[in-house]
């Protein structure tokens, strides 16, 4: 198994999670340089034609791309511990969730959009910032109603650890990247912890990976 990762990666982190749960331990790791656009050469373009982290290759491929369709493709192969609820109503909120964050928030914050919004629309740090901190609380202001229902447990849904856990604390992660005050989301700073406090969880974090700086 090859993973394409690099250790600022939000989807990647994603996936490290998953397979950590898992216990699995990917045979190689190739690291996709974001910071130095390593992403939009060919070789990996060949590889993820989206040109954006995570890929994974299981024995002779194809690769695979987009973090919850990984995650879903790990969960399916590997069934312990699941990460999907039995019932179809409980996958349903669980999925919701996960792609509030996969899909609605974390999508605009890419450096494919950072960087559009600096050369193409002109527009200074401070703003694009303001751009990215925005998106981030939307995203965790209905993350925080939404967990605020009867069937959040220890985690997100219930008292076992699924996809939707795994995609709140790379929000919570990308939250402290670009300085956003947390404070105001209790439930999700709650069920972030609990989550951190599992060596899977703990040793896939962004700032545990090789190339990363001791702090951001
Ligand atoms: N929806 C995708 C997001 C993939 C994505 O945009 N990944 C970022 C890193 S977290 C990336 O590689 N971006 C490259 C770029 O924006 O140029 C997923 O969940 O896998």
Redesign the pocket.
């Known amino acids: 198994m090859k993973l394409f990762s690099?250790w600022?990666?939000?989807?990647?982190y994603?996936v490290r999670i998953a397979l950590n749960l898992k216990g699995i331990t990917p045979d190689e790791v190739i690291d996709?340089n974001?910071m130095k656009?390593e992403?939009?050469k060919a070789e990996f373009r060949a590889v993820n034609p989206?040109?954006?982290?995570?890929a994974l290759i299981d024995g002779e491929g194809p690769a695979l791309?987009?973090?919850?369709a990984?995650i879903e493709y790990l969960d399916e192969t590997h069934p312990q511990p699941p990460l999907l609820p039995k019932d179809a109503r409980g996958r349903a909120r669980v999925r919701g969730l996960a792609q509030l964050v996969?899909?609605d928030s974390?999508?605009l914050l890419?450096?494919?959009?950072r960087?559009y919004l600096e050369h193409q629309l002109k527009l200074d740090e401070p703003t694009r910032m303001t751009w990215c901190r925005h998106w981030i609380n939307e995203a965790l202001t209905a993350l925080e109603t939404h967990l605020k229902d009867k069937a959040t447990g220890r985690y997100c849904h219930g008292d076992a650890i699924s996809v939707a856990d795994i995609c709140l604390v790379s929000q919570a992660a990308g939250a402290k990247f670009f300085g956003v005050d947390t404070t105001p989301f209790p439930t999700v700073n709650r069920i972030v912890d609990t989550c951190l406090a599992l060596d899977p969880v703990a040793r896939a974090h962004p700032l545990k990976q090789p190339g990363a700086p001791a702090s951001m």
């Open positions: 690099f600022r990666s939000l989807a990647t994603r996709v974001l656009g992403q939009r989206m040109m954006a982290l995570p791309f987009e973090s919850l990984i996969a899909c974390h999508p890419v450096p494919r959009v960087e």
